[in-house]
Structure formats: structure tokens, C-alpha cells
């Protein structure tokens, strides 16, 4: 009986021995390691008989690049960073963030990428993101001319915005936040309430708070604009912001009720803050729709899970996710030949049993 390891006859490496090296495969093949590296990273910089005679032998041997010294040869690293202006913690306590990020994932792990949350680092998102090794960026929630997106620009990395507004330097995705806030206000009006309490989603950096496109300022003139229309004005008193979370929704309600605002109806700038308002409202002894109506923004997963089902604005975010994900995609593997797009996607009103008409006085 042989003991040990059994040889390959010709060419090859001794099996259990240890790991087929691209000098193995070189050898067997009887070219450069330099040609065995262009066969599986540029093989067009090869004759195509050469190239296909190069991967049989690679795969008849087992041999498989390292991943980082396939990396370190491609200069990339084969991961998609997500940007958040918020600490972790606070963006995966909203539902938004969880569906938009499963949106991201699909694309990614479709096309061979992998996933890296980047956020605020110590308080500092300038040195989060200067330790991040990533290919591209999805930025959401973020202003193109916030300062951590410059130095996203000054590193050369492909960049797509996500609810930022259009720019024209980078692609970005959005909805029709202003139009979706619009219609949500519309039903309210055509259901008789007279009385408005906005829940706003707060900028993540105060100095936005005036930036017309931040997410909160489009979905405002939105509300105001279908209240106007009706002859009504919506002061600034009633608008209260928080986290965009449920216990975010539930806190703003709360301090509203304790300021004496007494609405017929609440439009909150995302489901999370809808529902958090809703167990405050709850507390305070209302009922939902009776005695106050309440429209949310999103329609995530849980909209219809809550009692009574939330009327909210539908906007894809799951696709959303997804459509950031290809166009960074598309601008790292095509490099200087591709170019920016803009895309908003439509928003619409699901009305389900969180609205009624409003109480007669």
C-alpha cells in the first residue's frame, strides 16, 4: 500500500499539499504569471485561444485567485458603501432604513458586491468615512453640498444621492415627495379637517434645515400647498419634528398635546413617526379614527400590521434602494464613460382605516 500524497500526473501541484498558486498554473500552462493574472482580470489584453487555454487549466487544477490579491490587482474592493448622515443605531430603529437597505442588497449581491454601513464615527462622519474601503456610495438623506459629500467627491468615488434633490454632479434617485405630501393633505381636507399637526422628520445637520431640498422642506410645501388651496394656512407652531422613528413620532405627539395643540388630523413625514403618534394618542385617551386622523408616508410592511391600518403615501423604497444600487454599479464598472442620471419615482395614496371624517364639533 502508498502512503502520502498521491501526484497529479504532468502538470499540477501535489493534491492536500497546499494551495495551487498562479505560478503553478503559469508553469502547467507554460506562460508568465503576469498572462495567468490578465486571463482572469483583463483578458482582453490576451488572445482569446490563450486566455480560454489558461482558465481550463486554472479550473482543472482548482486554482481560484486570492480575493485580495484579486483586489489589490483590480483596485477595487467589491463592496458598496451606504452612507448615513445618523448612527446606526438611530437609521435601523426606523423600518425606512431596514426595506431601502434590502433594496440596496439585492442589486449588490446580484452584480457580486458586498455591503458596508458607513456612519458618523465618534460624532464624526468625515472619519468614519475616511476609514471606509469601499468601491462607490449610495448618500442618503444627505445634502450634495454637505460637507462629508465634498470629500466624498475630492476621493473620486462614484457617488449616487438618495432624497437629496437633482444635482448635477452626481446621479441621484428620489420621489415625489412634494406631490405624495400633497395628495395626503388633500384627503384630509376632503374629509373635512380644518385642524393640521405635521410630524417632520428632522435634518440630521440643523444647517440643512433650510435647504429647500432637504426631504422634510419638499414634503412641507406639499402639505401646505393642498391646505392653502383649501383657504387655510398651517403656522409654523404646528409643525413639530423628531427622529424619524416610531419612538421619534411618539415623543412629538406627545409634546404637541402637552403644548395644547389639538388637531383633528396629524400628517407625519414617515410611517415610523405615524405609529409612534398613534400609541401616544392612545395614551392620551383618542381613538384613531374617531377622534383624530392620521396619514403616514412610505407604506412599509408595517402600515398594515398596526391597528387601525395606516393611510400613508406609497413611495417604492425597497426599489428605490435597488435603482441606487445599479446606477453606482454601472458608474464604477464603466468608469469615465458613464454619466449622471436623475430619477424620480412617482408616489401615490393608500387610504386604509387610520382616516375618517373629522369629529363634528
Not at 48 to 71: D, F, K
Not at 183 to 195: D, I, Q, W
Not at 257 to 267: F, I, N
Request: hydrophobic share 45%; with cysteine; proline share 7%.
Amino acid at each position: 500500500m502508498i502512503h502520502g500524497p498521491v501526484r497529479q500526473k504532468g502538470r499540477g501541484v501535489a493534491k492536500g499539499s497546499r494551495r495551487t498558486s498562479s505560478a503553478d498554473v503559469a508553469t502547467a500552462a507554460g506562460v508568465s504569471k503576469t498572462s495567468v493574472s490578465f486571463a482572469f482580470n483583463r483578458p482582453e489584453r490576451l488572445k482569446p485561444a490563450t486566455a480560454v487555454r489558461i482558465l481550463e487549466i486554472a479550473q482543472s487544477m482548482g486554482y481560484r485567485p486570492h480575493p485580495v490579491a484579486r483586489m489589490l490587482t483590480q483596485r477595487r474592493t467589491g463592496t458598496l458603501g451606504i452612507l448615513t448622515p445618523q448612527p446606526l443605531p438611530v437609521m435601523f430603529s426606523n423600518p425606512f432604513f431596514a426595506a431601502f437597505s434590502e433594496g440596496v442588497a439585492v442589486a449588490a449581491d446580484q452584480s457580486g458586491y458586498g455591503l458596508r454601513f458607513i456612519s458618523p464615527l465618534h460624532g464624526s462622519l468625515a472619519a468614519a468615512f475616511g476609514s471606509a474601503t469601499v468601491d462607490g456610495i449610495v448618500a442618503i438623506g444627505m445634502s450634495a453640498h454637505h460637507p462629508e459629500i465634498e470629500e466624498v467627491s475630492r476621493a473620486s468615488l462614484p457617488t449616487v444621492m438618495v432624497d437629496s434633490g437633482t444635482s448635477s454632479e452626481y446621479s441621484a434617485i428620489d420621489v415625489d415627495d412634494e406631490g405624495g405630501a400633497r395628495m395626503a393633505a388633500e384627503h384630509l381636507v376632503a374629509l373635512g379637517h380644518r385642524s393640521f399637526l405635521v410630524l417632520g422628520v428632522e435634518p440630521p445637520y440643523p444647517a440643512e434645515g433650510h435647504d429647500p431640498e432637504v426631504v422634510m422642506n419638499r414634503r412641507l410645501r406639499g402639505y401646505r400647498s393642498a391646505i392653502e388651496a383649501a383657504g387655510m394656512r398651517l403656522p409654523d407652531s404646528c409643525v413639530v419634528v423628531g427622529p424619524a422613528t416610531i419612538r421619534g413620532g411618539h415623543a412629538a405627539f406627545e409634546r404637541a398635546w402637552e403644548d395644547g395643540l389639538r388637531p383633528t388630523a396629524v400628517l407625519a413625514m414617515s410611517d415610523a413617526m405615524a405609529i409612534g403618534a398613534m400609541r401616544a394618542m392612545r395614551e392620551a385617551g383618542l381613538a384613531v379614527p374617531r377622534d383624530i386622523s392620521v396619514v403616514g408616508f412610505d407604506d412599509l410592511d408595517i402600515a398594515e400590521l398596526v391597528e387601525p391600518m395606516l393611510t400613508t403615501v406609497h413611495q417604492p423604497v425597497r426599489r428605490k434602494g435597488e435603482a441606487a444600487a445599479r446606477l453606482l454599479i454601472a458608474a464604477i464598472e464603466q468608469g469615465d464613460a458613464f454619466r449622471p442620471e436623475q430619477r424620480v419615482m412617482e408616489t401615490r395614496l393608500i387610504v386604509r382605516a387610520s382616516t375618517g371624517s373629522a369629529p363634528a364639533k
